[in-house]
């Protein structure tokens, strides 16, 4: 499900819109992310596809793009949401994702957050540790409602055997993520002394872009155990078994989705656990490869053996290199034959970690370039870091721009940081 293609003028296309239009638009203006709303509903489609009809929430982890065409998109496709706080609950409830589909997980929960939660009755707050136990019902009393509860479990996953990166690597015991196993029979009977809580749910999430299904299925495997055990003194209405589902941004991925939830639901269903609902809460996977960060070069330079291309993106717009070495594919936004040179992409941030790597680009390269598979955990962790804009979104559907939310004005760091 590519959504990137080339005209037959050599246009780089995101849904059938060629990009050249996005960077001539002054609406957008670069640095701007293109989404392509019409393949981001076809993934969530597929997604659910794969449960073959058994009951299944496809909860959406919306830290992966939290705009509001997405979330609403992916709510008319049936899909509910994963949040970790209060400003992303609040924006699936407005966005009218159904709150019996929203699981709320996060390890340091507010008052403030537990009370919204709690207020708009969603299907789950994910417990994350035994301590949090005593202060989720404190705030349930106050309410005095009954909470739906779940715990998010740590199924002490080894970081190598997820072959993920060390810092989306989340179910290993060293990591501040979920209740250890061991701990969870105190916190059963901890539950229990608080008429106020009512456990439904046992998940737990273990990392992120994983390229094959075997971790995904081994941390199943002993999260549908610990479930089956605790189902067995307390009926559960459901498992969770986290995102992570991998994508691939030019090294290849294995496994699709689907290949991860059909292992994933034949598990469940030889644990015994076939009737309770399946949760997932993928975030990359449904958005990943369906957006771009287009960018205009701004200057080149030559020094020594070394060639570099300064392009008007920089690590505060996608911040994934510079925090997980991750590397994405870039390329001109319209082809060219002319010879090819190693050159290193870097943007105008005053930082080293400002690199986007080494690319084989025309020598002759000028204009702009697009930065693939960046729709997940791009603009959502964009930062005004050197006084700079946040980039502009524009969405795409049926071959056309649909909607576009333009770049910060100018002048507005410079009004924010004089409110001091
Ligand atoms: C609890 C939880 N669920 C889901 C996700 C989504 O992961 P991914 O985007 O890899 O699917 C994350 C990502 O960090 C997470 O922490």
């Not at 293109?34 to 969530?44: F, H, M």
């Not at 994983?210 to 299925?217: A, G, H, R």
Request: charged share 20%; aromatic share 6%.
């Amino acid at each position: 499900m590519d959504s990137v293609t080339r005209d037959g003028d050599g246009q780089l296309c995101l849904g059938g819109v060629a990009l050249s239009t996005v960077v001539g638009d002054p609406r957008a203006g670069t640095p701007a992310y293109v989404y392509d709303l019409g393949a981001i509903r076809a993934e969530a489609r597929a997604m659910r596809a794969a449960f073959d009809g058994a009951p299944h929430v496809v909860a959406y982890a919306v830290k992966a793009n939290s705009a509001g065409a997405i979330v609403r998109v992916l709510r008319e496709e049936g899909c509910g949401a994963d949040v970790v706080s209060g400003p992303e609950l609040a924006l699936c409830l407005e966005a009218g994702v159904p709150p019996d589909r929203v699981v709320y997980s996060g390890v340091a929960k507010t008052d403030a957050e537990l009370d919204l939660a709690i207020g708009a009755g969603i299907l789950a707050i994910q417990i994350e540790s035994a301590e949090e136990i005593p202060r989720v019902a404190a705030r349930a009393r106050a309410a005095a409602r009954r909470v739906h509860v779940s715990f998010r479990v740590n199924p002490a996953v080894e970081r190598e055997a997820l072959a993920t990166h060390a810092h989306i690597a989340t179910g290993h015991d060293e990591a501040k993520f979920g209740i250890p196993i061991d701990l969870v029979g105190a916190g059963l009977d901890d539950v229990d002394r608080h008429a106020e809580l009512a456990l439904v749910g046992i998940g737990s999430h273990v990392g992120s872009q994983l390229v094959t299904t075997e971790p995904y299925v081994v941390a199943a495997r002993k999260l549908f155990a610990l479930a089956r055990e605790v189902h067995a003194r307390r009926p559960l209405s459901f498992v969770d078994t986290g995102g992570g589902f991998g994508v691939d941004y030019g090294a290849g991925c294995e496994a699709a989705p689907a290949d991860f939830i059909r292992a994933t639901r034949k598990e469940q269903v030889a644990a015994g656990l076939g009737s309770l609902a399946l949760l997932c809460e993928p975030g990359r996977s449904l958005v990943a490869k369906h957006g771009v960060l287009v960018a205009c070069i701004l200057q080149r330079k030559a020094a020594h053996h070394r060639r570099w291309v300064m392009i008007d993106a920089g690590m505060n717009d996608l911040m994934r290199p510079a925090l997980y070495q991750a590397r994405h594919r870039i390329v001109p936004l319209l082809a060219t034959q002319g010879p090819l040179a190693d050159v290193t992409v870097v943007g105008p941030v005053c930082e080293s970690t400002d690199d986007f790597g080494v690319y084989a680009l025309p020598e002759d390269a000028s204009g702009a370039v697009a930065i693939l598979d960046a729709g997940a955990y791009g603009f959502t962790m964009a930062s005004r870091y050197n006084g700079r804009a946040l980039p502009a979104e524009v969405f795409v559907e049926g071959g056309r721009v649909v909607g576009s939310v333009p770049r910060d004005p100018p002048g507005a760091w410079i009004a924010d940081r004089l409110r001091s």
